[in-house]
Every structure is written in structure tokens, then in C-alpha cells.
């Protein structure tokens, strides 16, 4: 099993910032991808970032260029950068991980990040 905390999030005005922060712990194994997805209301949940444990980043291309996706792996953690952010990013945001080769993600709590002037 693996337990995956989350925080950061919260209500942002347009334009501005903020950081998600997700540790995982439990049986991580050592070859992994972490990263984030995130679900608007009434939509499908979306993959935003994911980060391996050797460095490979993929971005959905709604984000590229504003979110920055990294981690620590010896904390076994992942962070999410988000900059100029846009009402249309207001969502849960939900931490995952997956041990590579695996089948199946676990998952964090969600947390709320809400753009409204």
C-alpha cells in the first residue's frame, strides 16, 4: 500500500501562484511516477503533470508553460509550481502514484485550488 498526503491549493486571483506539495509513503518501490490530476466540475478527470523517478515530464498542453512539475525523490515527494494561473484552472487537484511496472494508481485526498477574483 501507499499513502499519499497532500497540501497547498486554496483560492488564487487570477494571474497569481500557488503550490501543491504531495508525499507519498508505504511500499514505494524505487522506479515510480508521481505526479497530478485534476477534476473541474462537471468534467472528466484530466492528467496535468507526471514526473518519473528518472526525470521524464510529461505536461498537459493546457499547462505547459505555466505549471512546473518536480520532485524530491529521496522524500518521496512531488510539487507542483503553478504560475499564472486562470479561472479555468479551478479544480481538485488530485495527487497519484504508480510503481513502475504497475498496474493501478493510488491516490491523494484531492485538493481544491479555486481562481476567482
Known amino acids: 500500500q501507499v499513502q499519499l498526503v497532500e497540501s497547498g491549493g486554496g483560492l488564487v486571483q487570477p494571474g497569481g501562484s500557488v503550490r501543491l506539495s504531495c508525499a507519498a509513503s508505504g511500499n514505494i518501490f524505487r522506479s515510480n511516477v508521481m505526479g497530478w490530476y485534476r477534476q473541474a466540475p462537471g468534467k472528466q478527470r484530466e492528467l496535468v503533470a507526471s514526473?518519473?523517478?528518472?526525470?521524464?515530464?510529461n505536461y498537459a498542453d493546457s499547462v505547459k508553460g505555466r505549471f512546473t512539475i518536480s520532485r524530491d525523490n529521496a522524500e518521496n515527494t512531488v510539487y507542483l509550481q503553478m504560475f499564472n494561473l486562470k479561472p479555468e484552472d479551478t479544480a481538485v487537484y488530485y495527487c497519484?502514484?504508480?510503481?513502475?511496472?504497475?498496474?493501478?494508481?493510488?491516490w491523494g485526498q484531492g485538493t481544491q485550488v479555486t481562481v476567482s477574483s
Open positions: 497519484y502514484f504508480r510503481r513502475i511496472p504497475g498496474l493501478g494508481n493510488y
Open positions: 514526473m518519473t523517478t528518472d526525470g521524464n515530464i
